[in-house]
């Protein structure tokens, strides 16, 4: 497809596991960026990527949170032993370097940690 | 704390009339503000921006407007449709990077 696309689109997992969200871009698109969403709030920053760099990963809350993009397109957030304050919708969203900010999200990874 | 606020969690207005959504900033180093919608169940979609250059920008329907001594902007929707029902975002980016960061959202009830 044309659109950003993340996977899985649900994931349920037990306190302590360990979580891999996955985030395809729009093809070209060589910022990539993470946000987090909790019921009634707007998107909480966490990392964004130019190219295969992560530029500024000052809203990754702990060391538990770790995102990558080994080859400058696809990115994969990991969340290590759980808790169930992690649980909400993680969004990905791509754009090409320069412009304003026009992002395009995915729809989105809905963790629930029980 | 938050660079971003939206301080009305949610907006009603009659269809066919003026919305009227708000925003403030905390931060002088923004270089570009941005406006979002989203509908349940579905990613924010980019709706209008404007420079911090600027202090008005229109597109169709949606006119953003930026009050910089006052760190302020707000979205013009005239006419209100059903359609525009939905969560709107301010957003801002850093003037030294392409951070982007979000408010807490408004939700808009377009009545019939």
């Known amino acids: 497809g044309a659109g950003v696309s993340q996977t899985p689109s649900n994931k349920v997992t037990e306190k302590g596991k360990y979580v891999e969200l996955r985030c395809d871009p729009i093809?070209?698109?060589?910022?990539l960026y993470w946000y987090r969403q909790s019921l009634g709030q707007g998107p909480e920053f966490l990392i964004y990527?130019?190219?295969?760099?992560?530029?500024?990963d000052s809203g990754l809350p702990n060391d538990r949170f770790f995102a990558v993009r080994p080859e400058g397109s696809v990115s994969t957030l990991k969340i290590q032993r759980t808790e169930r304050g992690d649980s909400a919708v993680y969004l990905c969203?791509?754009?090409?370097?320069?412009?304003?900010?026009?992002?395009?999200f995915g729809e989105g990874s809905r963790l629930t940690v029980l | 704390d938050q660079q971003v606020k939206q301080n009305s969690p949610s907006l009603s207005v009659q269809e066919g009339r003026i919305s009227i959504l708000n925003c403030d900033y905390t931060?002088?180093?923004?270089?570009?503000f941005l406006w979002y919608k989203k509908y349940p169940a579905e990613g924010p979609t980019f709706l209008i921006s404007?420079?911090?250059?600027?202090d008005k920008n229109e597109d169709g329907r949606f006119t953003v407007f930026l009050n910089k001594s006052a760190k302020h902007l707000s979205l013009h929707i005239v006419p209100s449709q059903p359609g525009d029902s939905a969560v709107y975002f301010c957003?801002?980016?850093?003037?030294?990077?392409?951070?982007?960061?979000f408010g807490k959202g408004t939700r808009l009830h377009i009545l019939p």
């Open positions: 969203a791509t754009k090409k370097t320069g412009g304003p900010g026009e992002l395009f």
């Open positions: 093809s070209g698109h060589t910022a």
């Open positions: 957003a801002a980016r850093g003037l030294r990077d392409d951070k982007i960061i």
């Open positions: 990527f130019q190219g295969t760099g992560a530029a500024d």
């Open positions: 931060n002088s180093m923004f270089d570009y």
């Open positions: 404007i420079s911090s250059i600027k």
